[in-house]
């Protein structure tokens, strides 16, 4: 796996957790939003809140094992290796892909 696919991974997961929660899928999120019986601007200004929460969520935490954010308070770079034992972090490339998914030409 490179430092690409791996950020990937986390922006298609966002991506479904992001849809599901908005789609009235079956999770607790989706059901407290009909209980909230939101109007069509209520539901875009939900769209926005939920889609910027999950993307400052899952950026913060790419950012944050590549040692370039904080995780808790703690700023450190960590070691993260795929099954064949190459390593993603270090490079700086996790923190770079994490941009181009959650804020760039690939989000």
């Known amino acids: 796996m490179t430092p690409e696919e791996f950020v990937k991974i986390f922006h298609t997961n966002k991506q479904d ?3 599901n929660y908005l789609n009235n899928q079956d999770t607790y999120v989706s059901s407290l939003i009909n209980q909230l ?3 069509e601007k209520g539901i875009t200004i939900l769209r926005e809140i939920i889609d910027t929460v999950l993307t400052d969520t899952y950026y913060t935490f ?3 094992i590549d040692g370039a954010a904080n ?3 703690v700023q450190q770079l ?3 290796f ?3 034992k190459n390593e993603l972090t270090g490079s700086g490339q ?3 892909f994490a941009y181009e998914y959650f804020h760039g030409d690939k989000s």
């Open 71 to 73: 995780i808790g308070g």
């Open 62 to 64: 790419l950012l944050g």
């Open 82 to 84: 795929d099954q064949n």
């Open 94 to 96: 996790i923190e770079g």
């Open 37 to 39: 019986d939101p109007d």
């Open 78 to 80: 960590y070691k993260l």
């Open 17 to 19: 957790q992001f849809a």
